[in-house]
Each structure stands twice: as structure tokens, then as C-alpha cells.
């Protein structure tokens, strides 16, 4: 991994500390597209971003089970979009 700069080493070493923050963060993005708090989802979707360097296959993988699940969910709230695409 390389890092440029002051910012990415901080977040390289809270990664190497806290393996489980990637976990807590889809964790959160779940719990904040429950809960209907759209500026938190954001947050989480930023944080989860900035972080990705340090992701596991598997934690990619339930990242896009979350994201495809609300992509779905709107969509199926808006009939005239997904007609629209189908």
C-alpha cells in the first residue's frame, strides 16, 4: 500500500488498529438505511470509501449486498424509473 500523504497514514494506521472498522461501517450504513437517516448513510458511505484500501473480499462483497439492496428498494419505490429501464 502506498501512502501520500499525512491523512492516509492516520487512516492507515487506524486500520491496522482497528481491523473491525470496515466491519462497524457497513455495519452502520445498514442501520442508517433502516433507520431512514440519509445524511448518515452519506457519512457512512464516504467513511467506507476512505477506508477501502483496506477492505477483504468479503467485506466487499456484503458492501455491495448492502448497496444493492437499497438500489433495489428504491427503485421499487419508484415504478415509473424501473419501468422505464426494463
Sequence with gaps: MVITSPKRLGY???LQDNPEAL???IQ???LAHQSRHDGDFKRCLALFETLREGVTEEQARRYHE???ECLGQVVLKI???AQACG
Design 66 to 68: 448492502v448497496l444493492t
Design 28 to 30: 452502520s450504513l445498514v
Design 23 to 25: 466491519d462497524w461501517t
Design 79 to 81: 415504478p415509473e424509473l
Design 12 to 14: 492507515a494506521r487506524f
